[in-house]
């Protein structure tokens, strides 16, 4: 995740654009994909805008159906500038740093 984050600060991640159906599929995801991110665009001031995909449980309560499948996939947009994602990227590694390598 930390990667992914610091890609974007640098530029180097892809918009991540509807496909033909209009289905929008997240450009980092993970093996249990409650949660996944994909990069929507950049300002000019350098800006990202990037698209946190909430599913299953992590999905509010109002986008499940009755038996708590999920319905819909849910999307929140977030702008950070690149420093914002640098200090994020380096709290996602400090938090992960007790943890060893597998």
Do not use: K
């Amino acid at each position: 995740m930390s990667g992914w984050l610091r890609a974007v600060a640098a530029g180097t991640v892809a918009v991540t654009e509807p496909d033909a159906d209009g289905e929008l599929s997240p450009g980092m995801s993970f093996i249990e994909p409650v949660v996944a991110f994909s990069l929507v665009g950049r300002s000019e001031g350098g800006t990202a805008v990037i698209r946190v995909h909430l599913s299953l449980e992590a999905a509010p309560p109002w986008r499940q159906g009755d038996d708590g499948a999920d319905v819909c996939q849910y999307a929140v947009e977030v702008r950070m500038d690149a420093a914002a994602l640098l200090h994020a990227a380096d709290q996602w590694d400090l938090s992960l740093a007790p943890f060893p390598s597998r």
